[in-house]
């Protein structure tokens, strides 16, 4: 692994370059970020005291369209980290065929120790730091990590305040009553869920059959859980920040979610009504559940999880990245070696950023659909992306992450060769 996570995140992209005819321009004009900002966000803390927190934002490529990805709230936030989660974003939405580019937002807080209007000072105060940096044509923050649609809502109307003016495509995973599309809150999990059943078919694998372990039970984690529960997956183990459980005989996850929602911890739990009985199961922690023997291991929480260290440890026979950057470069090839089935993130997460897009849509017509009509559009943009990587991986003896580079790589070359030559920094795009 390297020292940074986007010279890790890059090797992927040379790992790719050898199966794409595209120029040697285009190549070098996607190894950098177009543009990265740095801000310090000053805020008012409920005690009188002033504090500053550290954020980014940072436009990776815009050649598609404008830099679309989210904004995570975690203490362990960095450039580095939202460079290469831009960098993520740039090729998911080229995967996934989106008119944007790659952007990613971060601020280097822990959410959970600020109260309710602290943390509305602080999304406005980030608003008010990127502002020009921003916009529905240039770019478009949505959620990530403790990130949710009330904050997003904040953001939005703090943006509109600057503006003087109403901007709803300006920000997505808004609340839907501020213009959200219906099925954003729910796209990541639901997203992967399609991923995961397009490809288990090809596997010849029945649901019942096939045991699942997932680390992370929050907005990706815990809706890809439940849906995979709800079509007869045995999800045998879940965790969240503070460690997991595992039971032989499958969890009850809309149980742990409704315990989950109440107490802000999970348990193994089985709920009537209000009602929640504890039932038989190991408490585990983080590494345990990754190590267990599950068909289908989902990493849903942050980056660098499986490294060269834990490794040899996995025992799933299919990894879906539902976080992004789960696995490290050097483990990726020992799992490869192994025979291991690893599902990229650029394609298994981008239910989020692919609604997304139809909320900004929405936004822009003033149109708003039914849950089913974006269920629907999700379902065919991630089947048929799925099917395509899974072509180019058959065609090229390659795993399924090269493929979806090839397959990103070949959508942007295209794009930077058809805008011509250029040596000089557009501002507007
Ligand atoms: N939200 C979205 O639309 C998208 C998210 N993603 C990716 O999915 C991943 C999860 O994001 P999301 O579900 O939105 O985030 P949430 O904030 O909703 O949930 C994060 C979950 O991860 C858990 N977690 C945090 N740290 C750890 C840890 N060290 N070990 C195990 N679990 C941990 C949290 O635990 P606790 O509840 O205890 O805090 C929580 O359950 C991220 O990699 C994100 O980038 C990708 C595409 C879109
Ligand atoms: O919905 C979006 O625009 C971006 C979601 C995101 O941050 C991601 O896919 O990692």
Known sequence: MHDSLFADASTRLERAMKYVSISEDALEYLKYPKASLSVSIPVRMDNGSLKIFPGYRVRYDDTRGPGKGGIRYHPNVTLDEVTSLAFWMTFKCAVLNLPFGGAKGGVAVNPKSLSKLELERLSRGYIDAIADFIGPDVDIPAPDVYTNPTIMGWMMDQYNIIRRSLNPAAITGKPVTLGGSLGRNTATGTGAFFAIETLMQKFDRLPAETTV?????????????????????????????????????????????????????????????????IVEHVVITNEELLALDVDILIPAALENQITQENVKDIKAKYIFEVANGPISSDADLVLEERGIYVIPDILVNAGGVTVSYFEWVQNRNGLYWSLNEVNQRLKQKIVEETERIWEISQEFAISMRTAAYVHGLNRLGEALSAKGTRDYYNSQH
């Open 213 to 277: 372990a997932v680390q992370g039970f929050g907005n990706a984690g815990s809706v890809v859980a439940d849906l995979l529960s709800k079509a007869g997956y045995k999800v045998v183990a879940v965790s969240d920040s503070k460690g997991g459980i595992y039971a032989k005989q499958g969890l009850d996850i809309p149980s742990i979610r409704q315990y989950k929602e109440s107490n802000r911890s999970i348990q193994a739990v089985y709920c009537e009504g209000t009602v929640c009985n």
